[in-house]
């Protein structure tokens, strides 16, 4: 029964391919992010999708392509990895898009990029 | 200059003491969140507050709005308190839905 799921844990792969990661939560948030966690373990947000929709949509590299084929799942997709893109990228998610003060964000358990 | 600045960066602490970490923001905010990072990679959210003080167990944020400041406090520290802390504020107005995070605080128990 967990909450927001992420797959794989860990993913390992050369410079230059092209590699997806998988959110799903079971919360029935509308709210989804993209955050990564770089090796100095300081957290940015990447990306946010309401409803499907995206809302934000941070400086990031056009390499990454978030998808949400519905409410409950938002999957990242990495086209040409490079050694700048090994980082832990979290998945989260949220019960609204303007967030009220009583709600709050749920993450994912991680998931560890590292390019070679 | 970050927006969420988090003191002190790391903490060695022995067990049974009492702790304090500390963070202050310079924007406008909603709201701010205590995370806890665990040695795997995990992130559980601890507290989410706007204003006064609220407590959890053997823990307790206090955030001072005047101040842009938050305190999250450990009393009788324990060897499985042993985590990064995160502070995060949520903007008010501006990007909805975004969290701006500190660097965080890595916090070592000794038993």
């Known amino acids: 029964d967990t909450a927001v799921s992420q797959t794989p844990k860990y993913l390992v792969t050369q410079m230059g391919n092209d590699k997806s990661i998988k959110c799903e939560q079971n919360?029935?948030?509308?709210?989804m992010y993209w955050y990564k966690q770089d090796s100095k373990k300081f957290l940015k947000i990447m990306f946010s999708?309401?409803?499907?929709?995206?809302?934000i949509n941070e400086t990031v590299p056009n390499r990454f392509s978030p998808k949400s084929p519905d409410k409950a799942h938002l999957n990242l997709h990495i086209n040409s990895l490079e050694l700048g893109d090994s980082a832990v990228y979290f998945c989260?998610?949220?019960?609204?898009?303007?967030?009220?003060?009583?709600?709050?964000?749920?993450f994912g358990p991680g998931t560890r990029l590292t390019v070679l | 200059k970050n927006e969420v600045e988090q003191s002190p960066q790391n903490l060695t602490a022995q067990e049974g003491e009492f702790i304090t970490i500390n963070c202050s923001y310079s924007?406008?905010?909603?709201?701010l969140h205590w995370l806890q990072q665990h040695p795997g990679g995990g992130i559980v959210s601890l507290f989410m507050?706007?204003?006064g003080k609220k407590k959890h167990g053997r823990l307790i944020a206090t955030i001072n709005i005047q101040e842009k400041h938050s305190s999250l406090h450990i009393t009788a520290s324990h060897p499985r308190d042993s985590a990064v802390y995160i502070c995060?504020?949520?903007?008010?107005?501006?990007?909805?839905?975004?969290?701006?995070f500190g660097k965080g605080t890595k916090l070592s128990v000794k038993p």
């Open positions: 924007v406008g905010i909603s709201a």
């Open positions: 995060a504020v949520r903007l008010r107005g501006g990007s909805q839905g975004n969290l701006i």
């Open positions: 507050l706007s204003s």
């Open positions: 989260a998610s949220s019960q609204e898009l303007v967030l009220a003060v009583t709600d709050t964000q749920y």
């Open positions: 919360l029935g948030h509308d709210t």
């Open positions: 999708y309401n409803n499907k929709e995206l809302i």
